[in-house]
């Protein structure tokens, strides 16, 4: 069983920054690839981006890339999603995940990942 809680959601204006941190309780993240997402309301949950467990492969959605950078530190057993030139539609709920399986590869399917945390709210004013 792996808990996972995301932190460093807020309110920015657009251009600002935000990073978030997801930690990882209950089991090591090691062999796991994880994934950001995100959703409002009237839409389906997105993929953000996601990184292989070793940290030596990511994966952007197009929205984000050149802006967001995942990254994680194994040893504290935590993932990272820096955000820079935060724009209004990057307002959402952010989640993280992993999946159910180590050693997957880096799913953009909410479908691929099994465990998920509560989200942290980003916001972004024009």
Known sequence: QVQLVESGGGLVQAGGSLRLSCAASGRTLVPYAMGWFRQT???????????????????????????????????KNTVYLQ???????????YYCAAPLFPA??????PSEYFYWGQGTQ?????
């Open 122 to 126: 980003v916001t972004v004013s024009s």
């Open 104 to 109: 997957q590869a880096m799913g953009v399917r």
């Open 41 to 75: 309301p009237s839409e389906e949950r997105e993929f953000v981006a996601a990184i292989a467990r070793r940290g030596d492969g990511t994966r952007y959605a197009d929205s984000v890339k050149g802006r967001f950078t995942i990254s994680r530190d194994n040893a």
């Open 83 to 93: 955000m820079i030139n935060l724009k209004p539609e990057d307002t959402a709920v």
